[in-house]
């Protein structure tokens, strides 16, 4: 099921680094010197590569990126490409508005069916005593070709590492009592320089903070597999797409780990992140306790309180983004949740351009003030 004809064979994978390309090779066990936390994004993910533009303008271009969900494309683009015009040429390419068009509603999943569900995970989200379906309870199909570049190392890249979760389960348990059992490995797909710094991490959605988490309690790593798999694994979230196989193994989306500033803090001396709004109550938060067992506004409470550099504030984006983005759009008539993807590609060069240009203001902004605050 990886994404076909968008990698070059043996070229693409984590392990066949940019490291080989930069001038001096830093020691694998020696911290990065700065990460900049690119979390989720949904549709908006555009908005990252104006975020690392910013922080290359302002001296602060990061040399490790840990990307999750959405933002994995953009991770993907920053670590292929070397500079921003093609990075943004890319994201707003025909082939890209052409992929986004081609995502359909899961033909299983009726209208009805997607609202009952709805309420079911909101009426009894406390009470998620068994294995969810992610493979056959989802709302949309991807199309098969995601349009990532092929691998290009240049001096200045930085590492990657793209977070996903594995699951424990096979279909044959779904709808079964989950008892103790853990559910999900929080995965890192990476390269063996991160996966080293990282090595014997706990993760942090399986402490004692989350007493229901169903989150196994080590990290796991992968640093032989296509960044376009990777990619592909941390996008399909919960409830809107399938999981994504990989060989043997089974991947849910970064969403998992959304805030993994744990993570950023141990890779590198100085982090940037951002400060994220909270999760809906009546969707986002129910899923995530049916399905992790976790209470997401309480793992991003603590998030924000730990110390990080740099604090970027997008809590605003679903107000500020709420015209440019792909979205979601009830079809009465069809008895079908579709997405809203712009039909023209203007109207989606328009939408991905302003995007860039809210992470890269957010981004100037927050940089600036961290500056003023030395």
């Known amino acids: 099921m990886s994404f076909k004809g968008c990698v070059l064979p043996d070229q693409n994978l984590f392990v066949?680094?940019?490291?080989?390309?930069r001038p001096e090779r830093a020691p694998d066990n020696e911290q990065f010197q700065r990460c900049l936390v690119m979390a989720g994004g949904g549709f908006r993910f555009g908005y990252y590569l104006g975020m690392y533009r910013a922080c290359q303008l302002q001296?602060?271009?990061p040399d490790v990126i840990v990307a999750s969900c959405g933002?994995?494309?953009?991770?993907?683009?920053?670590?292929?490409?070397?500079?921003?015009e093609q990075r943004l040429a890319w994201i707003s390419s025909p082939q890209m508005h052409s992929f986004w068009r081609g995502l359909q509603a899961n033909p299983d999943i009726s209208l009805w069916r997607a609202i009952r569900a709805l309420a079911q995970r909101a009426l009894f989200a406390n009470d998620a005593r068994r294995i969810p379906d992610l493979f056959q309870d989802y709302l949309f199909d991807i199309p098969p070709d995601l349009?990532?570049?092929?691998?290009?190392?240049?001096?200045?890249?930085?590492?990657?590492?793209?977070?996903?979760?594995?699951?424990?389960y096979g279909q044959d348990e779904v709808g079964t009592l989950r008892g103790g059992k853990k559910l999900f490995a929080e995965t890192i797909f990476t390269e063996p320089r991160v996966a080293g710094l990282l090595a014997g991490m706990p993760s942090p959605i399986a402490s004692n903070a989350h007493k229901n988490s169903v989150v196994a309690p080590q990290i796991e790593f992968e640093t032989q597999i296509a960044v376009a798999d990777a990619v592909r694994a941390s996008i399909a979230d919960m409830y809107y797409f399938r999981c994504h196989q990989i060989g043997e193994h089974y991947y849910s989306g970064g969403v998992i780990d959304l805030f993994p500033i744990e993570i950023a803090r141990r890779l590198a001396k100085e982090v940037m992140m951002e400060r994220k709004g909270w999760y809906g109550r009546h969707i986002e938060l129910p899923a995530l306790r049916m399905v992790l067992?976790?209470?997401?506004?309480?793992?991003?409470?603590?998030?924000?309180?730990?110390?990080?550099?740099?604090?970027?504030?997008?809590?605003?984006m679903e107000t500020?983004?709420?015209?440019?983005?792909i979205s979601k759009q009830i079809q009465w008539l069809r008895n079908r949740i579709v997405l809203r993807v712009p039909e023209r590609y203007d109207g989606f060069v328009s939408m991905v351009r302003l995007q860039w240009e809210y992470g890269y203001q957010r981004a100037s902004q927050a940089l600036a003030q961290a500056a003023g605050n030395r």
Not at 16 to 21: F, L, N, Q, R
Not at 293 to 316: C, Y
């Open 16 to 21: 066949s680094t940019v490291d080989e390309a």
């Open 59 to 61: 001296g602060k271009a």
């Open 71 to 84: 933002a994995a494309i953009a991770g993907a683009l920053i670590r292929h490409l070397p500079d921003d």
């Open 147 to 168: 349009p990532l570049p092929p691998e290009m190392s240049y001096p200045a890249a930085p590492a990657l590492a793209i977070v996903a979760g594995r699951l424990l």
């Open 293 to 316: 067992g976790i209470n997401g506004n309480h793992r991003l409470r603590h998030v924000l309180q730990q110390e990080a550099d740099v604090w970027i504030d997008t809590a605003d």
């Open 320 to 325: 500020a983004l709420v015209q440019h983005q």
